[in-house]
């Protein structure tokens, strides 16, 4: 039962996790650019710290979750900590970067790039106050926090599921539709992430 929340969060990954693999891939092999791909060509330095900090962030982060796991190896849950702290730091600057600072894809609007920077500010600051929160030994604020920093930068895997039911509930999405049912993959992750912070409060106060 323990490796239930674990094993969900990395099939959650997978995705991503593939999207980004290709994606390096195809700046490594020096594959044809297209309008799908140029502005990773043109700014391949963000993509390159962006995709493997992912990776480790969704992959360290998701063993996070079992209580057990982190109880009987307390050392590595620390070394891992300071890891996935940075991991999911770089992923989200290198997000915010590319956003900020290279060309709006096709099909991808102010709207959605409004909300990349949103989630991705939303995500670092997350990291920081639970960085901060361990520094001051409150161990609950600190999970709290870096549950809502894992949940935003796991955005991408729920994020396949949103696009792929409006894209069967409604075909292809325009600018509007497709930044809102991206957005709701973060929104979704978020609501989470607070339900499973509000439940481990309750199982404090009901233990002390």
């Known amino acids: 039962m323990r490796?239930?929340?674990?094993?969900?969060?990395?099939?959650?990954?997978?995705?991503?996790?593939?999207?980004?693999?290709?994606?390096?891939?195809?700046?490594?092999?020096?594959?044809?650019?297209?309008?799908?791909?140029?502005?990773?060509?043109?700014?391949?330095?963000p993509v390159l710290l962006h995709i493997p900090a992912s990776l480790v962030?969704?992959?360290?982060?998701?063993?996070?979750f079992s209580a057990g796991f982190r109880a009987r190896r307390r050392r590595w849950h620390r070394v891992a900590g300071r890891v996935l702290v940075a991991c999911g730091l770089v992923a989200s600057l290198s997000g915010l970067w590319l956003t900020l600072f290279s060309d709006l894809p096709a099909g991808d609007g102010v709207l959605l790039a409004a909300f990349r920077l949103l989630f991705g500010t939303a995500m670092a600051a997350c990291l920081l106050l639970g960085l901060a929160a361990i520094r001051r030994r409150e161990v609950a604020r600190h999970r709290a926090w870096m549950t809502r920093g894992y949940a935003l930068g796991l955005g991408a895997g729920t994020q396949a599921f949103t696009l792929a039911f409006g894209l069967l509930a409604f075909g292809p999405p325009g600018e509007l539709g497709r930044a809102l049912l991206v957005g709701a993959g973060w929104v979704i992750n978020l609501a989470v992430a607070e339900a499973i912070v509000r439940r481990g409060q309750v199982r404090t106060r009901s233990v002390s």
């Open 3 to 45: 490796w239930i929340a674990p094993t969900g969060l990395l099939a959650l990954s997978v995705v991503p996790l593939v999207a980004g693999a290709l994606r390096l891939t195809e700046l490594a092999s020096g594959a044809p650019v297209t309008p799908g791909n140029a502005r990773f060509f043109a700014m391949p330095v």
């Open 57 to 64: 962030f969704c992959v360290l982060g998701a063993f996070q």
